[in-house]
């Protein structure tokens, strides 16, 4: 197993593909349109943030770990024309992820497999692709070793992670009680385990692997706030859009943010080249 609360997550991708439907179904933002909840503003500006990051480099094909929902290939796919594999060690996961290709008439090969022993060739793929996957391995540094392999001379890592740390999504928190106070069947739920690492320890174990010229950007001040009604839901997406558009006039990466406030961090890596 790769995830040590791997039912929990079973659980999850199983509930929402037996909703078929609703906003957790799909989270994908097609072209021409503007997130319009928060997990959709969250995995938009994401995918902004990885596309500006490979954007001068040609890359034409992609390997998501980890992929749950697919929502970043399925952007690599229809936003960048890029040749997409996507697995995850959940089959309930996995056929989601075809679900929300279907839906959005994507193009990706799609497999079940272990992140720490992938069925891939040897330096396959330009670039290798994970969304909040490391944060939940006990023994992340295997699943780093399995995406250096597969990736090609001069092929780029980029990882999202969410480690154990206080954060803006704190807010949260204090939300549900105040809820729970007026309505006591609002659980507060436990988290996913996280590893205690912090962005140093990550950036240093992708360097021990191989990867070179790696960095760190820290990412995200924006809370998800659950659960909320479908109007406030909207109307944050709305403000969160505001807020980017005015970072956007004075910040280069408008998704950037200090360590102390950022959600996540990306780590940032590349494969040597021969020679």
């Known amino acids: 197993m790769v995830l040590s609360d791997n039912k929990s997550f079973e659980q999850k991708w199983g509930d929402i593909i037996r909703k078929k439907g609703g906003d957790e179904f799909s989270i994908f933002v097609p072209k021409g349109k503007k997130p319009e909840t928060q997990r959709q503003f969250n995995l938009y500006h994401?995918?902004?943030?990885?596309?500006?990051?490979?954007?001068?480099?040609?890359?034409?094909?992609?390997?998501?770990?980890?992929?749950?929902?697919?929502?970043?290939?399925?952007?690599?796919?229809?936003?960048?024309r890029m040749a997409v594999s996507l697995f995850d060690v959940s089959n309930d996961a996995v056929n989601l992820a075809r679900a929300n290709f279907d839906l959005h008439d994507g193009q990706g090969t799609f497999?079940?497999?272990?992140?720490?022993?992938?069925?891939?060739?040897?330096?396959?793929?330009?670039?290798?692709?994970?969304?909040?996957?490391?944060?939940?391995?006990?023994?992340?540094?295997?699943?780093?070793?399995?995406?250096?392999?597969?990736?090609?001379?001069?092929?780029?890592?980029?990882?999202?992670?969410?480690?154990?740390?206080?954060?803006?999504?704190?807010?949260?928190?204090?939300?549900?009680?105040?809820?729970?106070?007026?309505?006591?069947?609002?659980?507060?739920?436990?988290?996913y385990f996280r590893v205690a690492d912090q962005p140093e320890d990550f950036l240093r174990n992708a360097q021990n692997v191989g990867f070179k010229n790696c960095r760190i950007i820290h990412a995200n001040p924006f809370p998800i706030?659950?659960?909320?009604?479908?109007?406030?839901?909207?109307?944050?997406?709305?403000?969160?859009?505001?807020?980017?558009?005015?970072?956007?006039?004075?910040?280069?990466?408008?998704m950037e943010t200090g360590p102390r406030l950022a959600q996540c961090h990306f780590l940032i890596g590349f494969k040597p080249r021969l020679g």
């Open 46 to 80: 994401y995918y902004r943030l990885i596309d500006r990051l490979i954007s001068a480099n040609g890359y034409t094909s992609s390997v998501e770990f980890g992929c749950g929902r697919g929502t970043i290939s399925l952007y690599l796919n229809l936003y960048n």
């Open 111 to 191: 497999f079940v497999a272990d992140s720490s022993r992938v069925p891939l060739g040897d330096g396959s793929f330009d670039l290798a692709v994970s969304i909040g996957l490391l944060e939940h391995l006990p023994n992340y540094v295997e699943s780093l070793k399995e995406m250096h392999r597969v990736l090609k001379p001069g092929g780029m890592l980029i990882t999202m992670n969410i480690p154990k740390k206080k954060s803006i999504q704190m807010l949260n928190d204090i939300y549900r009680k105040i809820l729970r106070i007026f309505n006591k069947k609002i659980e507060m739920r436990k988290d």
């Open 225 to 254: 706030f659950v659960p909320i009604p479908q109007w406030l839901e909207k109307l944050l997406a709305l403000k969160y859009r505001a807020i980017m558009a005015i970072r956007g006039l004075y910040r280069k990466e408008v």
